[in-house]
């Protein structure tokens, strides 16, 4: 009963970690919106608002923050907006600065980096703690599997 338990707790400090890193991801995405929404009233032109956003997924054990582009089209109160995709590299944990520097504005560009950089550290986090969970469950299921062999106790 031990390993039960070990197993159990250990799982739950895991998934724990992994709602704090989900937690610090949303704070950082709401808080660079914010900033990027205040910085943007100043601008009165189309041309010279931000194209980039920031968009968050959880599920399960799996966290995702991609950054995406809006383009719009149309004038006035009928403009329409269309999303692009960014690639990231699947063995790297930020994206290109490159390419966000060329998708930022030039008033932008401090805040995208400094949040993709901050962003890069907690995906790193994320992706440690999801293997993690997943080496526990293999695990369990391995003592699962061998718990048939072992000899009983004799009372």
């Not at 999303?83 to 560009?109: C, F, H, V």
Request: aromatic share 8%; with cysteine.
């Amino acid at each position: 009963m031990e390993m039960q338990e070990a197993h159990e707790s250990a799982k739950e400090s895991l998934v724990g970690y992994l709602d704090t890193i989900h937690g610090q991801m949303e704070a950082l995405v709401t808080a660079h919106l914010a900033a990027c929404d205040q910085l943007e009233t100043q601008k009165t032109d189309w041309k010279d608002r931000s194209i980039l956003r920031l968009g968050m997924h959880k599920s399960g054990n799996h966290l995702q923050v991609k950054w995406f582009t809006i383009k719009w089209y149309g004038k006035g109160t009928a403009r329409k907006s269309v999303k692009g995709s960014i690639r990231k590299s699947p063995n790297e944990d930020t994206y290109s600065m490159a390419q966000l520097r060329e998708k930022a504005q030039e008033w932008e560009w401090p805040l995208v980096e400094a949040t993709e950089i901050r962003l890069g550290i907690l995906r790193r986090q994320a992706s440690f703690v999801a293997k993690a969970l997943t080496s526990l469950r293999y695990g369990q299921m391995a003592l699962d599997k061998y718990a048939a062999w072992e000899p009983k106790a004799q009372d």
